[in-house]
């Protein structure tokens, strides 16, 4: 082989290995082609599929989109750049009454309200300047059918690449909602608008009490700006006076209390008035209070009236108690000199006199004795005629009664020697209840004029029982003369003030005329009517008619008490303190008990008369009322309360107003008398006094520590429950008398003594009761005998105690 | 508004005694007596319209029964009942819701207690009064 040859071949081996190898890379590339080419193939389809898919699902998105706006409760509805109708939904055709042809191609404000047009433009121009995205606002439309709807309408504007391509719209029909705020708007004017024109202004302050609102009404009232209110402290427009109140007020209000008060505000004139004020807490929806709301009332005229009202009150009652103080004044001035005039004339006749000086004497006498019935007559009138005179009924003793009427009538039937006769009725009872002084005035007067127009024959006074009614007696009373009668045209008159049979009667016989209508009063005030009966000179029967309840019967002491009143009395023994500043009334007493020989001792006042009481034992101090340095009532208040003295004081008073005498006994006096006294009357209560004081004396020597008056005048005749709280008594101290035995403990003793006290107050001695004072303050601590003596001292009550018990049950 | 119903409560039955017998001296009222505490606010479901309390009671002090009573029927009248030794005291119950006090055998008079009596009426009276004012002007508002 040659070296071409060769060369040849070898360039031929390596073209074939070459193209083998191409052919090999052809090969694999046309598979990779072909797999490939088979892939796309495949994707290709898959392709198409989704293609198909994704239109029918775009095709149902469209259908529900379309549907929902089509079937949309709201107005849904498309605009071109230049703000032209491109889509309406149905629910637009249906709200605004017109078709979507009538309105595709118009402007959007097409159907907006005439009123609102201008707002309507001037707000989407200012949306677009803005390039605000989405934009909402209410405004109406006119529908076809000319109904205003509101709508509230949300805008969104779309962009493309070139600027806006268009509107979207939504609205809903607004108009229900717009009606009911419009309601609530009126109605809210509505109230407001009542509340201003009330006269009531509200003010409104936080939790810290600071003004938040003030209502133009509060303004009005008060005069200051809402400015000058609202963060204020209503305190800066309160009057101090008034602190007091509101502190107390917001307290409450704390407690969630509303109320109602009075307080004084300052207007800005600076002038006050007097508001009331409705205040209440008001609270968050939480019910945390968040603050008060407080509403003013003026009541300034109110207030005023009320002030005025009490002002004319007061004044009323100042001058009905001048006048009052007037009579008493005047009836003082005249008693005082008519007293020593009546009193030192009974003394001078009672000397040597010549039947001339007698004559005279015996007239001054008289007539003073008149001008002193006079006096009484015309204050009693005038109380009868302001209605002033009360009666006070208490339970009394008739024969008492009839004895003290008796005592003082007899001299002057004694004087025209007729016999004074009292009669009466066995089956009337000696316990009633009534008011024995304006009995007695009633009959003496009566009696006064029977004596008086009678010369000859008597004067009768006659008690029948008329019947009897479960615990009340009708009694008939009479007062029977033989004297020169009535005549029978006159008799209507009789009763008349001012007025007496003929204008001669009081030339022959004096008096004030007053008597018969003061005892016609009397009579009517105490339940009946008076009657008379006549015939000309052969005499007059006056009667009446009175129902008395009976009193329960006291068993002690009523027929001693009887005795004691005619039974005349060795009273040498007796000592009696006069106090009197008077010495003209001073003299007169003095000589009067100088005659009937009793002892006394003659004061200046009421100072001194505490002074001599402390030195000296008197059996009755005769008290003056109104004297110089100490009056009669403080004197006895010292007495009775300082002094702890029991001694019986009569009052000797120029008042004869019911209300003084009242106030005598109040302090603490036994009785009282009145200025100028009847010699009888005097002695008669001084006798009555001593003795029961006598009785007490007497019993001084066994000195019993049980006394039980006091019950028994708590009683008013009451027996059994005086006999009750005995039994009472006698048990509770059983039991602090055992507690007391066997205690050594000073607490409980000294709560022994502090409960048994009141009883002890009622039923013992000055001396138990100071005694029981001292235990309860412990002071037999240092002084052991005091408990020994206090413990045989209840022992003695207790057993006293239970001696009565045993005799009256 | 008439008084009508009266409690008197005092351990010391003495003096509970001739108090109700001085209280029905000056009118017809219904009393009931008590001599504890206890008793006391055991009835005082009945609400009388008074209660006259002795401020010392065996069984508790008359404080405790003023303030018991006074929290659950704060228009009972509690007139406190004490001796003139313990005036102090008695005033101090003032704070605590009494209407009054009184002094035993000193205030006990049958002036005093109508009058006291009266007032409590009285007082019954504005409270009505005022409770309708209230009332009026809750009904304006």
Redesign the interface.
Known sequence: MSNEESFYKKAYLREKQARKQAEKILEDKSLELYNTNEQLKFLNNNLEVELVDRLKQKQIIEQEFSSFVNKATDIIYRLDPKGCFTFVNPMTELISGFTAEEIIGQSFTYFVHPDDKVEVESFYSEQIEMQQESTYFEYKIKSKEGRDIWLGQNVQIIYKEEGISGFIAIARNITERKQLEKSIIQSEEKYRGIIESLE?GILEVDTKGIITKAHSSFSTLTGYTQKELIGKNPYEFLHPDSYALMQLQEEKRKDKV???YEVQIKKKTGEYIWVII?GAPFYDTEGNQTGSVG?HLDITERKKMEEDLKKANEKALASSKSKELFFAKVSHEIRTPLNAVVGLTDLLLKTDLNPTQKKYTYNINKSANNLLLLVNDILDITKIEKDQLSINNKPFKLKNFLNNIHATLDYQAQQKELPLLISVDKNIENHYISDELRLTQIIINLANNAIKFTSIGYVKILLELVSIKKNQHLIKFSVIDTGKGIAQDKIDKIFNEFTQESTNTFNTYGGSGLGLAISKKLVELLGGTIQVTSNLNKGSTFFFTLPFTIAEKKKKNTKKEETTVFTAKDWSATKILIVEDNPINQLVIQETLTIWKVQHKTVNNGLEAVEQIKQEEFDIVLMDMQMPVMDGITATKEIRQTLKSNVPIIAFTANAMKADIQKCL?VGMNDAITKPFKEEELKSKIQNLVSKNHIIKKSKNIKPLLHIDKLEE???GNMA?VI??LH??NE?SQQELKTLSETTDCNVISQIA??????I??LSTLEMQELVLKI?FKEFVNNPELLDKFISMLKTLKKECKNHLDKHS | MMIKNIFIVD?????A??LE??IE?VGSYQIEKFHTGQDCINNAHKQPDIIFLDH?L?DTNGFEVLKDLKSTYPDIHVLMLS?Q?ELQIAVKTLKYGATDYLI??SDD?PEKLLQIINDCGQLNKLKTQ?KK??GL??FI?
């Open positions: 009531f509303a109320d109602v409705s509403i109040e708590l009683a008013h429950f009750k709280m009472i008594f509770t502090h409960k048994i006290k009141p009883s107050g009622y309860e | 351990d010391d039955i003495f003096y005694n001739i017998n001085k001296a010392f065996g001796g030794e035993k055998n008079t005022k004012k209230r002007l809750n508002l």
